[in-house]
């Protein structure tokens, strides 16, 4: 049993009025119509007459892609997803509906255990997608779909373009969504978890059945959760019993094996163990002898026989876990005075009211980052990054409309796109590109803190505000500080040791972990760089990668330099060696002290080290001066600009003159061509030239912004190779956009986005091309503009470096070299343009015919002919005359063979002419039965050679030989030999 199971019996037929058809337009109709004012003749209509969904993103994000599209495997199709988010946003507004997005971007170290058992499904149909693409050379079913890589990335990024609500959590995911449904007032949820089902949501809807569908609609099922519990006969707090002994991260199922037996036994059932339905039900009759969860003491009693049981704990935890999410729980869980403070101030001037209430923590604050030095650095306005001023935003805006010119939509979803963009700008506070202490892309800023994890921080409210998020953020680091650090594991021992001989805990200041959380709550930044930031640990999910590494390492490994040197960046680890040189000058350290390193821990999938332990990453310094995080992130002046687009490049190996040239490489091509370039800066070699070709045509391709056209395109073939192309480009972007928010986000955003440089499909649709075209120019379809683009880009990408491409493959004739044929490379590499699928990819049959190799007319070789692997070996019998005749056994058909006939046959004719009278008498000699062998005295029979023991010398014995003259004269090499008519044995042999 899993807690798994509620979800599954909700959705069940057999649960009647479980599951129901909605149309949330008609929904948000209805709930506007309740809340009309009495006087319709008043323009002025009450706040919040709209329905407020939120969204768990997590369960929908092949919904928020499109849907299952044929093509996801080939590495996302970015402007199909835009154009769907587009007009599902327009339906939403539409129809007055207020939408919030959540993300999860918290690490949750208590369900490791469950993001472990997620990779390996993520990583078994990655195995199966990538067969299935080697085998049949065609996209792979939707029953397999995965996540294209950067996803998450492109989705937060598409909605804040589209102006939408979008959050990330922090602490506990399923806690904060449901804190911040409660605490604003939504009317329902929109997810896919058992969860949720036990925190009785005020509105519960299936995101996996979300539908916008031709005819206008929004349609999906709602989940009753009355229902449940009228079918169950169990009151709210008792579901949150029963999940909590179905198994969740906090108490495994594994660990409640006995209890099972328990109530198998005590509700008599006949099975040998819990499961599905049935299992449910039983567990529902168990729970409802038990006390209520109020006398928490009693109820132990009864389920374990003893208080003194090693599962209590958790097991307390567990059920406090459900009820803090439901609704009597939330407002137990919170202070009575935080939430009149809501009810009487409202949710626009809480965060006024958070920073009166909590200038006590704000003290508590400052004396705890008293041991965080600062340095020399001025007094930065940290309300938000430097770079993002609002005459930039107007500015990339523009350069965004220019690089979006021809983009193929409908002239509705442009103009919304357009009222869109004007009203992010000029909006005011609901703005979310003003500055960061305005709203969260249309709400008030205040933290997503969970109800109550039960878990991590049960002396947290749910309204607390970030000041005290950050409290704890840098208490934890402050207290890390001082402490020795902790010790590795028994396989990272060894590692540390021989990669780090001086790792430190570097401290992180205030204004600096403020606006991470600020821009990681409202989903601006990477989750990645809070996550190192506080606890220097960090998660790399599984890839659309083959495991064998047969084509390319990888790929986490390919970009772990570019990580390594943003560590750098963001633990100030210059800074740190330029104080440790200086003490070392004034003599208040020793000479021979190693120089301090940062050490960042990564949870990476390998068949070595299948998450046993962390792989220990060290910090990699950039070879300049880079300044400290407070300036990059806060510095306004000029020449903060330019060391904060200087460390970009460096983290991406891309610090060269062109690369900032806008005629070789335009400014929403900068990601790309610096994901390129650092591609090929690797020591592997990764790219073929004509694959590098194809990355930067489908770039410059008209076709790039026609989602019509793309959605229309077929794909003759999908290769494994261009699959895993995608994905390292992809990981390569989310890497960029990574580095570029951890050097103060110097690339505007809307100049990163993925849509303006990539498309999965039309990517290998133009890799297919590319086989077959003779030149650029034919791939470019004889646009010489488009050609110059290419080449242009191309230079800026290999500026300066050593290039080495990949190599190409063998041809498919590998067994020709064993037959004496010519080499390989005179041979073609690839399939004929009619071949399709992986049938082209096939070794074809050798011709059964011989054949010469001639150069300037001259025969420099030759080779016989092929008459197959598979030869048995034949029951020789006498014959009549000269010769035999073979036969196989049990009448077996005569396998393919020498012919017996005469190949040559002017050659034969020649021979005849010319036989001598001599040995036109040897040939109407008569004959006897069985084998001669030729002698200098004539053809004797071998029965007569024997019986005789004649010895006969090697000088009497005729030989044949090539080398002769008059053998070499006969023999040229086309094919087969004459016939034989008579088979040469040596005598002395016999």
């Known amino acids: 049993m899993v807690i798994q199971d509620l979800q599954a019996f909700l959705e069940s037929p057999n649960l009647e009025g479980g599951a129901v058809s909605v ?37 929908c994000l092949d919904r928020l892609y499109g849907g299952f599209f044929s093509d996801w495997a080939c590495g996302g199709q970015w402007n199909r997803m835009v154009q769907f988010l587009s007009l599902l946003m327009q339906a939403i507004e539409r129809g ?121 609609s929004l349609e999906t099922k709602e989940y009753m959760i009355g229902e449940l519990t009228k079918a169950l006969e169990l009151t709210t707090e008792q579901v949150c019993v029963l999940a909590a002994i179905l198994g969740n991260f906090l108490l495994p199922e594994v660990q409640m094996q006995d209890i099972y037996r328990k109530i198998l036994e005590a509700t008599g059932s006949k099975e040998a163990k819990l499961s599905g339905e049935t299992g449910l039900k039983s567990i529902a009759e168990f729970v409802r002898t038990l006390s209520p969860p109020s006398n928490m003491d009693s109820l132990v009693v009864q389920l374990f026989g003893s208080a003194d049981d090693k599962r209590v704990p958790a097991f307390r935890q567990s059920v406090q876990y459900y009820l803090n999410g439901t609704a009597n729980g939330f407002l137990k869980y919170c202070s009575a005075s935080v939430f009149n403070f809501f009810i009487a101030n409202g949710r626009k001037d809480n965060l006024k009211g958070n920073k009166k209430g909590n200038q006590n923590n704000n003290n508590n604050i400052n ?251 060290k910090a990699d310094p950039l070879p300049w ?145 590319t086989m077959h075209s003779k030149n650029l120019l034919e791939l470019c379809e004889n646009h010489i503009e488009w050609v110059v683009k290419v080449e242009r880009m191309r230079k800026a990408v290999l500026e300066g470096l050593d290039v080495q491409f990949a190599k190409l493959p063998l041809p498919p004739f590998t067994g020709l070299l064993r037959q004496g044929m010519p080499p390989p490379c005179n041979l073609p590499t690839v399939p004929l343009p009619s071949t399709r699928g992986a049938a082209g990819l096939r070794q074809r049959p050798i011709p059964s015919r011989g054949g010469q190799l001639q150069v300037a007319g001259v025969v420099v070789g030759s080779w016989g002919a092929n008459y197959g692997y598979m030869r048995q070996q034949p029951q020789v019998t006498g014959g009549r005359g000269r010769g035999f005749s073979p036969h196989y056994n049990q009448g077996q058909n005569r396998k393919p063979g020498p012919p017996t006939y005469n190949v040559n046959k002017k050659n034969n004719a020649n021979r005849k002419k010319a036989k001598s009278n001599q040995q036109r008498q040897q040939a109407t000699a008569p004959k006897g039965r069985g084998m001669t062998v030729k002698t200098n005295k004539g053809d004797v029979l071998a029965t007569d050679l024997l019986k005789n023991e004649t010895i006969f010398s090697p000088e009497e014995v005729a030989f044949e030989d090539c080398k002769s003259a008059t053998a070499s004269r006969e023999h040229h090499g086309q094919g087969d030999a004459p016939t034989a008519t008579h088979v040469d044995v040596i005598a002395p042999s016999l």
């Not at 008609?26 to 323009?43: G, L, S």
């Not at 205040?446 to 947290?460: D, I, K, P, R």
């Not at 540390?496 to 204004?511: A, C, H």
């Open 625 to 769: 001066a880079v300044p400290t995080l407070n300036r990059l992130w806060f510095g306004p002046s000029l020449d903060d600009k330019r060391r904060r687009m200087r460390a970009l490049l460096s983290c991406l190996n891309s610090d060269t003159p062109l690369i900032l040239n806008t005629s070789y490489v335009p400014q929403h091509m900068l990601v790309m061509a610096c994901v390129l370039r650092y591609i090929m800066s690797q020591g592997w070699a990764i790219l073929r030239r004509q694959e590098l070709d194809a990355f930067i045509a489908a770039a410059f391709s008209p076709d790039l912004m026609n989602a019509q056209y793309l959605q229309d395109l077929t794909l003759t073939m999908v290769t494994s190779r261009g699959v895993q192309l995608a994905a390292i480009f992809m990981e390569g972007v989310e890497m960029a956009l990574l580095a570029n928010d951890a050097c103060g986000a110097p690339l505007p955003w809307l100049m990163c986005c993925p849509w303006l440089y990539f498309d999965g499909k039309l990517f290998h649709h133009t890799l297919a091309r």
């Open 367 to 617: 004396n705890v980052s008293n041991s965080i030095s600062k340095g020399d650095e001025p007094e930065f306005d940290t309300s938000g990054f430097a770079s993002e001023t609002t005459e930039q935003e107007i500015e990339s805006l523009q350069n965004y409309k220019l690089a979006t010119a021809n983009a193929v939509m409908s002239s509705d979803i442009m103009v919304g796109l357009q009222e869109m963009d004007l009203n992010s700008i000029k909006g005011g506070e609901s703005s979310p590109l003003s500055s960061d202490n305005s709203r969260l892309n249309g709400h008030s800023e205040v933290s997503f803190n969970s109800a109550g994890s039960a878990a991590t921080s049960n002396n947290l409210t749910s309204a607390s505000s970030v000041t005290t998020r950050i409290n704890l953020l840098v208490s934890s680091t402050s207290s890390n500080t001082s402490s020795v650090p902790t010790s590795p594991k028994h396989g990272e021992q060894k590692q540390q040791q021989s990669v780090n001989p001086n790792p430190v805990k570097p401290t992180v200041s205030l204004d600096v972990l403020r606006t991470a959380s600020l821009r990681h709550q409202k989903g601006l930044m990477a989750p990645l760089i809070l996550h190192v930031l506080s606890t220097q640990e960090v998660r790399l999910p599984c890839l659309m990668e083959d495991e064998n590494y047969r084509e390319f390492p990888p790929i986490h490994e390919i970009y772990r330099p570019l990580r390594q040197r943003v560590y750098a960046v963001l633990f100030n680890l210059h800074h740190l060696r330029y104080v440790h040189s200086k003490k070392k000058e004034a003599g208040e350290v020793a000479d021979n002290s190693p120089q301090p390193d940062i050490i960042v821990k990564e949870w990476v999938y390998s068949r070595a080290n299948p998450y046993q332990h962390a792989e220990q990453v």
């Open 23 to 59: 149309d949330l337009l008609k929904i948000a109709r209805n709930v506007t119509q309740r809340q009309q004012p009495q006087y319709p003749t008043r323009k002025i209509r009450p706040i919040g007459n709209k329905l407020k969904l939120i969204m768990d993103a997590e369960c």
């Open 96 to 216: 007055n509906i207020e939408l919030a997005i959540v993300f999860n971007g918290t690490s949750e170290p208590q369900r490791f255990s469950e993001w472990t058992a997620e990779q390996a499904n993520i990583r078994q149909k990655v195995g199966l997608v990538l067969k299935h693409v080697n085998m049949k050379g065609t996209p792979p079913p939707k029953i397999w779909w995965t996540p294209p890589t950067c996803l998450r990335t492109s989705l937060r990024m598409a909605l804040r373009h589209l102006n939408a609500a979008v959050m990330c959590t922090m602490d506990d995911h399923h806690q904060e969504v449901i804190a911040y449904c409660r605490e604003y007032g939504f009317h329902g949820l929109l997810a896919d978890n058992a969860e949720y089902a036990a925190f009785d949501p005020p509105r519960y809807f299936s995101s996996e059945h979300l539908k916008l569908t031709y005819k206008g």
